[in-house]
């Protein structure tokens, strides 16, 4: 038995080095199924949780163009969720289970979201930086091994090039516009950049899970590479915008062709991941009563399509019996 299992791990482990993808059927150790659940569901949550900070400027939205906008965008981060819950319940987990993790504290999503959205700037940062960090993982894993997060991916990465731009153009507007709203763009970029730069997780040296994702092929790169990415990225973008990044150590490197940077507070990082976030307690709080309060609408769903089932079933009933 012992020699079966590191036999299929070998070949499983070979289709991997080959650039195979794994799909839902195909035999894969138990660890891998479980590491794709926590990080899809993880993702999916994200989505779900990301449309509030967002959520709460729709009805603010400086004008119709703007409010169609963000109202589009917080619809397709929905959108989002459901392709990763799906792609998630491939893997053998129910989205009633998800659910549950993430109503009782069990699952994470994204320390971003836990940040509070106190002008429409961030709604413009948001946009630029979160949206922006989110595609550079998110192109990685375009590529990774299991079929159904990369298909999902695919179309997710797309949208999230909307996204980028929209909130970057909100950026430029209050960039080229009255001082004040300069100010603003600024005082939302200083907030929200350092937060930006922790969505990428612990450095290499503090994530558990990189290494065995890494030669699982769940990642491409490691949470430091791109998040180097993002900077080297970013910073030309502020240049352009006129903002200055909030950090006095960063500055180009012309021998390792990247950017320096200062360190990130780690110990902020931390407390927002278990829970002590700015935020924290009002977006759960947020998602446990969405949940309740749509009881009466997953009954009504449920009761109709037992409806429709049993009418089917005895339309095919009286098609045998004639
Ligand atoms: N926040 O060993 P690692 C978006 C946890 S989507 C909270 O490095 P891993 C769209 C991590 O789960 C944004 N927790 O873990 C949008 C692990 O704990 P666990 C979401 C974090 O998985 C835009 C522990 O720390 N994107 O923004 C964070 O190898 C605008 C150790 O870390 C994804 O989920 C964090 N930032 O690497 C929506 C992408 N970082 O689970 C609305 C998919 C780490 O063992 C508006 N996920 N942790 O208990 C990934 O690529 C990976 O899961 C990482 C973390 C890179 C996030």
Redesign the pocket.
Known sequence: MKNNIHDLEEKFQARIDAGEKIEPKDWMPEKYRKTHI??IS??AH??IV??LP?GNWITRAPSLRRKLGLLAKVQD?AGHGLYLYSAAETLGISRDQMFDQLHTGKA?????FNYPTLSWADIGA?GWL??GA?II??VM?TRTSFGPYARAMVRICKE?SF?QRQGYEIMLGLCRGTEEQKEMAQDALNRFWWPSL?????KDED????EQ?VKWKI?RKT?DELRQEFIDITVPQADFLGLKMPDPDLKWNEERGHYDFGEIDWDEFWQV?KGNGPCNKERLKARTDAWDEGAWVRDAANAYAEKQSLKKQSENNKKIAS
């Open positions: 926590r990080q993880q993702h994200s989505e990301g449309m967002e981060e994470k999503y994204s320390s971003i948001i979160v949206d989110a993982n998110q894993l999230e996204h922790m969505m990428f997780g612990p994530s558990p899970n990189t994702s990642k949470n991941v």
